[in-house]
Protein backbone atom coordinates (compact mmCIF):
# COMPACT_ATOMS: atom_id res chain seq x y z
CA UNK A 1 0.00 0.00 0.00
CA UNK A 2 2.84 2.61 0.96
CA UNK A 3 4.32 2.19 -2.59
CA UNK A 4 1.06 3.09 -4.25
CA UNK A 5 0.93 5.86 -2.10
CA UNK A 6 4.90 6.62 -3.05
CA UNK A 7 3.64 6.31 -6.52
CA UNK A 8 0.81 8.53 -6.57
CA UNK A 9 3.13 11.10 -4.70
CA UNK A 10 5.43 11.09 -7.75
CA UNK A 11 2.95 10.94 -10.57
CA UNK A 12 1.85 14.33 -8.86
CA UNK A 13 4.76 15.83 -8.98
CA UNK A 14 6.26 15.12 -12.58
CA UNK A 15 2.70 15.74 -13.89
CA UNK A 16 1.29 19.41 -13.79
CA UNK A 17 -2.20 19.48 -11.97
CA UNK A 18 -3.13 21.67 -15.15
CA UNK A 19 -2.38 22.18 -18.61
CA UNK A 20 -3.30 25.45 -18.67
CA UNK A 21 -3.85 28.70 -16.23
CA UNK A 22 -6.75 30.86 -17.87
CA UNK A 23 -5.78 34.65 -16.34
CA UNK A 24 -8.68 37.37 -17.05
CA UNK A 25 -10.46 39.93 -15.96
CA UNK A 26 -14.06 38.72 -13.75
CA UNK A 27 -16.32 41.90 -14.60
CA UNK A 28 -15.07 42.40 -18.32
CA UNK A 29 -15.90 38.36 -19.59
CA UNK A 30 -15.92 36.32 -16.79
CA UNK A 31 -20.09 35.19 -17.19
CA UNK A 32 -19.36 35.06 -21.23
CA UNK A 33 -16.50 34.01 -22.85
CA UNK A 34 -13.95 32.56 -20.12
CA UNK A 35 -16.30 29.99 -18.96
CA UNK A 36 -17.25 28.63 -22.35
CA UNK A 37 -13.16 28.60 -23.57
CA UNK A 38 -12.89 26.66 -20.04
CA UNK A 39 -15.40 24.21 -21.25
CA UNK A 40 -14.32 23.84 -24.82
CA UNK A 41 -10.70 23.44 -23.14
CA UNK A 42 -11.85 20.86 -21.31
CA UNK A 43 -13.27 19.19 -24.10
CA UNK A 44 -11.11 19.14 -26.25
CA UNK A 45 -8.99 16.70 -23.09
CA UNK A 46 -6.98 19.69 -21.65
CA UNK A 47 -7.16 19.95 -17.89
CA UNK A 48 -7.57 24.18 -17.43
CA UNK A 49 -7.76 25.76 -14.65
CA UNK A 50 -10.02 28.55 -13.43
CA UNK A 51 -10.69 30.34 -10.37
CA UNK A 52 -14.88 30.43 -10.61
CA UNK A 53 -14.69 26.71 -11.02
CA UNK A 54 -11.06 25.23 -9.17
CA UNK A 55 -11.50 27.32 -6.27
CA UNK A 56 -13.92 26.48 -3.22
CA UNK A 57 -15.10 28.21 0.26
CA UNK A 58 -12.34 28.21 2.28
CA UNK A 59 -9.25 28.18 -0.41
CA UNK A 60 -6.58 30.96 0.50
CA UNK A 61 -6.73 33.40 -2.89
CA UNK A 62 -3.12 33.54 -3.07
CA UNK A 63 -1.92 30.42 -2.12
CA UNK A 64 -4.13 28.38 -3.99
CA UNK A 65 -3.78 30.76 -7.62
CA UNK A 66 -0.29 30.81 -7.28
CA UNK A 67 0.18 27.32 -6.44
CA UNK A 68 -2.35 27.15 -9.95
CA UNK A 69 0.21 28.79 -11.82
CA UNK A 70 3.27 26.80 -10.70
CA UNK A 71 1.40 23.70 -11.68
CA UNK A 72 0.51 24.32 -14.92
CA UNK A 73 2.44 24.58 -18.11
CA UNK A 74 0.95 27.39 -20.28
CA UNK A 75 -0.84 30.07 -19.68
CA UNK A 76 -3.77 32.35 -21.38
CA UNK A 77 -4.22 35.60 -20.86
CA UNK A 78 -7.61 37.39 -21.61
CA UNK A 79 -6.72 41.01 -21.94
CA UNK A 80 -9.36 43.90 -21.97
CA UNK A 81 -9.07 47.30 -21.75
CA UNK A 82 -9.62 47.53 -17.73
CA UNK A 83 -7.87 44.35 -17.66
CA UNK A 84 -4.32 46.48 -16.25
CA UNK A 85 -7.20 47.85 -13.73
CA UNK A 86 -6.99 44.65 -11.35
CA UNK A 87 -4.05 43.71 -9.19
CA UNK A 88 -4.86 40.05 -9.25
CA UNK A 89 -4.92 40.45 -13.39
CA UNK A 90 -1.55 41.71 -13.00
CA UNK A 91 -0.04 39.35 -10.23
CA UNK A 92 -0.96 36.26 -12.41
CA UNK A 93 0.24 37.64 -15.36
CA UNK A 94 3.88 38.30 -13.53
CA UNK A 95 3.64 35.55 -11.61
CA UNK A 96 3.02 33.18 -15.21
CA UNK A 97 6.16 35.36 -16.98
CA UNK A 98 8.20 35.05 -13.89
CA UNK A 99 7.99 31.53 -13.80
CA UNK A 100 8.85 31.27 -17.27
CA UNK A 101 5.32 29.95 -18.36
CA UNK A 102 4.47 30.29 -21.95
CA UNK A 103 1.49 32.67 -22.01
CA UNK A 104 -0.80 32.85 -24.88
CA UNK A 105 -2.19 36.38 -24.93
CA UNK A 106 -5.86 37.02 -25.95
CA UNK A 107 -6.47 40.92 -27.07
CA UNK A 108 -9.80 40.77 -26.31
CA UNK A 109 -11.10 44.22 -28.23
CA UNK A 110 -7.75 46.23 -27.53
CA UNK A 111 -4.65 46.50 -29.19
CA UNK A 112 -1.28 45.30 -27.60
CA UNK A 113 -0.06 49.01 -27.91
CA UNK A 114 -3.75 49.93 -25.61
CA UNK A 115 -2.22 48.08 -22.62
CA UNK A 116 -0.25 49.98 -20.05
CA UNK A 117 -0.22 50.82 -16.31
CA UNK A 118 -2.56 54.03 -15.38
CA UNK A 119 -0.63 56.81 -14.05
CA UNK A 120 -2.83 56.80 -10.75
CA UNK A 121 -1.95 52.76 -9.99
CA UNK A 122 -2.27 52.11 -6.36
CA UNK A 123 0.22 49.13 -6.42
CA UNK A 124 3.87 49.20 -4.33
CA UNK A 125 7.27 50.17 -6.53
CA UNK A 126 8.28 46.82 -6.36
CA UNK A 127 5.38 45.43 -8.08
CA UNK A 128 4.72 48.44 -10.38
CA UNK A 129 7.79 47.75 -11.89
CA UNK A 130 7.45 43.71 -12.15
CA UNK A 131 3.70 43.84 -13.33
CA UNK A 132 5.37 47.05 -16.25
CA UNK A 133 7.58 43.98 -17.07
CA UNK A 134 5.04 41.60 -17.40
CA UNK A 135 3.39 43.63 -19.60
CA UNK A 136 5.73 45.10 -21.82
CA UNK A 137 6.80 41.30 -22.51
CA UNK A 138 3.12 40.23 -22.88
CA UNK A 139 2.72 43.12 -25.91
CA UNK A 140 5.38 41.31 -27.66
CA UNK A 141 4.24 37.95 -27.77
CA UNK A 142 2.32 36.76 -30.33
CA UNK A 143 -1.15 36.17 -29.00
CA UNK A 144 -4.59 36.16 -30.92
CA UNK A 145 -6.68 39.28 -31.35
CA UNK A 146 -10.76 39.30 -31.36
CA UNK A 147 -13.28 41.81 -31.83
CA UNK A 148 -16.02 40.96 -29.80
CA UNK A 149 -18.94 43.07 -32.56
CA UNK A 150 -17.60 41.46 -35.49
CA UNK A 151 -15.67 37.77 -34.28
CA UNK A 152 -16.31 34.11 -34.51
CA UNK A 153 -16.56 32.70 -30.75
CA UNK A 154 -16.56 29.60 -31.89
CA UNK A 155 -13.43 30.53 -34.23
CA UNK A 156 -11.81 32.54 -30.73
CA UNK A 157 -12.17 29.21 -29.55
CA UNK A 158 -10.71 27.42 -31.54
CA UNK A 159 -7.54 29.48 -31.95
CA UNK A 160 -7.14 29.73 -28.44
CA UNK A 161 -6.93 25.66 -27.95
CA UNK A 162 -5.09 25.17 -30.91
CA UNK A 163 -2.61 27.62 -29.84
CA UNK A 164 -2.58 25.97 -26.30
CA UNK A 165 -1.93 22.53 -27.61
CA UNK A 166 0.56 23.55 -29.58
CA UNK A 167 2.16 25.24 -26.93
CA UNK A 168 1.76 21.32 -25.15
CA UNK A 169 3.30 19.41 -27.62
CA UNK A 170 6.51 22.08 -27.66
CA UNK A 171 7.01 21.75 -24.38
CA UNK A 172 6.64 18.05 -23.79
CA UNK A 173 8.97 17.58 -27.02
CA UNK A 174 11.27 19.92 -25.00
CA UNK A 175 11.25 18.14 -22.30
CA UNK A 176 11.61 14.80 -23.69
CA UNK A 177 14.52 16.18 -25.51
CA UNK A 178 16.17 17.82 -22.40
CA UNK A 179 15.66 14.52 -20.40
CA UNK A 180 17.80 12.76 -23.47
CA UNK A 181 21.31 11.91 -22.59
Given at each position: MSQFIRAKQCRNIVQPVY???INYRKVDNGRTFVPLLYDHLRIKGIKPFLDTMNMKPGHKLFEHINKAIHSSKVGVAVLTHRYCDSYFCLHELTLLNESKKRVVPIFYDIKPSQLQLKGNARYPPQELQRFM???????????????????????LQRKISDAVIMNLIEIEDEETRNMQP
Open positions: DVFSALEETKYTVGVSFDSLNGDWME
